[in-house]
């Protein structure tokens, strides 16, 4: 079978790799993909936003699999255009995307299937947003309605900061992301994301991972795409996963199908485990990045045969096997990232580093130019390990990481701390 994969990320090269090593594969084509992918797939450049020229090259190339990695072109709807054109895809349809796309959707849901979740408020005029924060007090959370590159939450200490925000939100800070804002309230406990597939009915649970969103050490700095994670996350517990799924998972899958929207795809929940239980923070329609990293690297079973269940409607057929070992993986990323950083900076050592057949070397904004491998994005390359426990798969990684020739790079050296400390006290 032919696949065209979307995406030029980290986790484009996870799903890449695990794709790979499926016996059903014949090529893989990546649009447009990067220098590490370029090693094991054909990476070409195709204007994925006219999906006329996609689905025009799936019947060129003999395509009869497409998988979405980001999240931008779901909401674009490219899902919906290849699956008309009879084509089959891995990525929910644009109306179903709108879990990700618009949190105000989401929070309707939630509403409609008691999903627990913070409460909340919808705005779209300033006045009766700043009304609701005065009425609520601080802390209080003020997130632009929609998709805003993960810039768009302000976690607002102070009423005046979250006036502050509404005000901005309105102003256009986050562009069309922030005609509407939700105003929520502010959640205590741990965080956990949740990865499951649906095929519009079923479930099939696959794994968790703690994601570390700022940019530097002890969780200080500006937020980011995120600068590392690890597998599974600690805190899901079987009896805590089993609770996510009855009463957060299922009820969104039944809620999604009985609006005519089903969603087909991989749900993400970000979940904060509170006292009172867990509470779903948001939902994402797309494997998490670096996350999936981590995933695949503990997933046993093909890779392909899973996505295509989750595409035909037969994912209760399927079942996902995974090592028992934690995985991590660490960023390495351009020094000024999230902010302006350089481009076109060179790589070295990235043989000898991946020498351990416990580390794979995840690329994400990478190139070879001229036969040097540059730097070509801000967040550069994922350097993943996998091992007994989360401390040695650390200590691999950062072995890894060390052997790596970048001056212009940087990486947080502590991913993996909160499970690392839990494994201290066991
Ligand atoms: P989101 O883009 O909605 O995932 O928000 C980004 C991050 O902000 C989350 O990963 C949480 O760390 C934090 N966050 C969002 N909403 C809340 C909330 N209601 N209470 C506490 N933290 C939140
Ligand atoms: N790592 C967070 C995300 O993929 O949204």
Not at 86 to 108: I, M, N, W, Y
Not at 314 to 333: I, K, N, R, S
């Amino acid at each position: 079978m032919n696949i065209l994969l979307i995406g030029s990320g980290g986790r484009e090269h996870a799903l890449a790799w695990s794709l790979v090593k499926s016996p059903v594969l014949n090529e893989l084509y990546v649009a447009p993909g990067n220098a590490g992918i370029e090693q094991i797939a054909k990476c070409i450049t195709l204007d994925i936003t006219d999906h006329r020229t996609v689905i025009d090259f799936c019947r060129l190339h003999d395509i009869s699999f497409v998988v979405i990695g980001p999240e931008a072109p779901l909401v674009d709807g490219l899902s919906d255009s290849l699956t008309h054109a009879g084509l089959r895809v891995f990525g929910p349809s644009s109306a179903a995307s709108q879990l990700e796309g618009s949190k105000g959707f989401t929070k309707d849901m939630c509403s409609r299937a008691n999903v627990p979740t913070a409460a909340y408020g919808r705005f779209s005029d300033a006045e009766s947003a700043k009304a609701y924060v005065r009425e609520q007090g601080a802390p209080i959370v003020v997130k632009a309605d929609g998709l805003a590159a993960g810039k768009g939450v302000i976690m607002a200490m102070s009423e005046q900061e979250a006036l502050d925000a509404v005000d901005s939100c309105f102003d256009g800070a986050f562009g069309a992301a922030g005609a509407e804002v939700v105003i929520e309230e502010f959640m205590e406990g741990e965080e956990a994301s949740f990865f499951v597939l649906s095929d519009g009915v079923n479930a099939l649970p696959l794994a968790t991972a703690q994601d570390h969103k700022r940019a530097f050490d002890g969780d200080t700095g500006p937020n980011t795409g995120g600068m590392g994670a690890y597998s599974p996350a600690p805190v899901m517990t079987k009896t805590m996963t089993d609770r996510v799924m009855e009463e957060i998972i299922r009820p969104t899958i039944a809620d999604m199908k009985a609006q005519g929207c089903p969603f087909k795809g991989v749900l993400y929940a970000g979940l904060m485990i509170t006292k009172d239980g867990p509470k779903l923070i948001e939902y994402n329609v797309r494997f998490g990045d670096p996350e999936c990293q981590v995933l695949t690297m503990r997933l046993k079973t093909d890779l392909l045969l899973i996505l295509l269940g989750c595409a035909e409607g037969t994912l209760h057929l399927v079942d996902a096997e995974w090592h028992d070992d934690p995985a991590v993986t660490v960023v390495m990323a351009a020094e000024g990232y999230p902010g302006s950083y350089e481009k076109l900076t060179e790589i070295k050592g990235l043989e000898d580093a991946a020498a351990d057949p416990d580390v794979e070397i995840f690329h994400a904004g990478t190139v070879v130019v001229d036969g040097k491998l540059l730097s070509n994005g801000g967040r550069v390359l994922n350097i993943t390990a996998r091992a007994e426990t989360v401390s040695e798969a650390r200590q691999k990684a950062y072995a890894a990481v060390e052997k790596i020739d970048w001056p212009k790079g940087f990486y947080r050296k502590d991913i993996g701390w909160r499970a690392v400390q839990r494994e201290d006290v066991s």
